[in-house]
């Protein structure tokens, strides 16, 4: 006796519940993902002489000169830096001890201008030892 065949229906595999599995797992990841301190980033100019140098030390202060105008010692932002002058020089006189070393950070495009007047705040506060801070080719 011969039964009738039935047609067979294709198979069909209903993705989106994996889909939504995936997107969440995602979800998941991007919010409980701590991300490290950024650090500044600013385009350093080249120089062909530049070396790299070890993590900086405690007493090596940062002075960081955007081209924007922006300007952050230390990480904290600037209003200007007649302002930063004034308030290291109450800072200075307060704690009776001098300010170590300063690293000057400029972009490539940075008036010369802003730099110099950097250079010129440095000698006003007695710092003695400042670098420019550059990147290798």
Request: glycine share 2%; net charge negative.
């Amino acid at each position: 006796m011969q039964f009738k065949r039935q047609p067979l229906e294709p198979a069909d595999v209903n993705i989106t519940p994996l889909i939504d599995v995936v997107f969440l797992l995602l979800i998941f990841f991007m919010v409980s993902t701590t991300f490290p301190n950024q650090q500044i980033s600013l385009n350093l100019p080249t120089a062909s002489t530049a070396e790299t140098q070890p993590e900086l030390l405690p007493e090596i202060s940062v002075l960081s000169l955007y081209a924007d105008g922006r300007i952050l010692f230390n990480e904290q932002e600037q209003a200007s830096l007649e302002a930063l002058e004034a308030q290291l020089s109450q800072q200075l006189a307060s704690e009776a001890n001098q300010l170590e070393a300063l690293l000057i950070q400029a972009e490539d495009t940075t008036h010369h201008q802003k730099i110099i007047s950097a250079l010129d705040l440095a000698r006003r506060l007695g710092i003695e030892k400042v670098r420019l801070a550059t990147q290798p080719l």
